[in-house]
């Protein structure tokens, strides 16, 4: 409803005005409130907490990044926030533009120099070039979380991250799981958080953009062409026809009826 008013609106220069500005807020005020409500709903952040936020420039964890840090002002816990950037060894100047971005907010950074990338995209690894650069980078943002004393790890997956990730683990794993908001590892030493899980990516892009942050591309050579885009491809082909479908698969991921699976045994 929203979506078809601005539209309406925007037929005329005040109407782009209040876009502008009027819209602009609301969009704001609503990401930060999904942010805040995902806090607590899964205990997301305690008062002490060391938190390493994982940047990679694009989109989604600059802006977990921008809205971490000015929560800091408005609520009554304190957090620390550590912002580390993996620089893949891709040709780009991303490590740069970050490294101007947490210097402007005076955040304590850290920039790792890596050949991950160029190593994932190699020839001797042209089968699955993203399993390897994500699990590399992982294992690296868990050493980093250990050497500067951090106890959780920031990622910024959303929404719909979420839900491309459950169809991914049933089409090409055969199991139905997907990315926790909270997920504690190495017997409670490290917990992974994910505070922007209630928020679509679209969202996220517009905020982004709204607030200047400075994202781009990655240069990663298979970026837009992985299994987790063809996924994306498929649900927006099926929004289509029902623009309940994303909702509809986020919300049964809590509505599991355990007596309608098959069960291990039964399994063949």
């Known amino acids: 409803m929203i979506e078809s008013f601005l539209e309406a609106i925007t037929k005329s220069h005040y109407g782009s ?27 997301l952040i305690q008062e002490g907490d060391r938190i390493l936020v994982g940047v990679s420039g694009g989109k989604d964890s600059l802006t977990l ?32 533009a970050l490294r101007e971005f947490f210097e402007s907010k005076g955040l304590s950074y850290h920039i790792e120099l890596t050949d991950i990338g160029r190593r994932a995209n190699g020839s001797e690894n ?12 992982r294992k690296r943002l868990f050493h980093l979380a250990h050497h500067f004393k951090c106890n959780k790890i920031a990622l910024g997956h959303h929404k719909d991250d979420i839900i491309e990730t459950f169809l991914l683990n049933i089409f090409y794993s055969a199991e139905i799981s997907t990315m926790l908001p ?18 679509e990516e679209k969202k996220i892009e517009r905020f982004a953009k709204q607030m200047n942050l400075p994202f781009g591309p990655s240069g990663c050579p298979a970026s ?3 299994k987790r885009k063809e996924i994306k491809e498929l649900i927006e082909l099926l929004e289509r026809k029902n623009q309940k479908i994303r909702g509809n698969i986020f919300r049964s991921l809590s509505n599991i009826k355990l007596d309608y699976l098959l069960t291990s045994k039964e399994a063949t």
């Open 126 to 137: 042209r089968e699955n070039p993203c399993f390897l650069c994500a699990w590399e980078r």
């Open 182 to 199: 909270l997920q504690s590892l190495f017997k409670g030493k490290i917990t992974l958080i994910r505070p922007l899980a209630l928020i």
């Open 65 to 96: 990044l921008h809205l971490l840090y000015e929560r800091r002002k408005r609520v009554p816990i304190h957090y620390e926030l550590i912002p580390i950037h993996i620089d893949l060894g891709f040709e780009s100047s991303r490590s740069e």
């Open 224 to 226: 837009g062409k992985t």
């Open 17 to 43: 005005y209040v876009v502008g500005v009027g819209m602009g807020n609301y969009w704001q005020k609503e990401i930060r409130s999904l942010m805040g409500k995902a806090i607590h709903r899964y205990g």
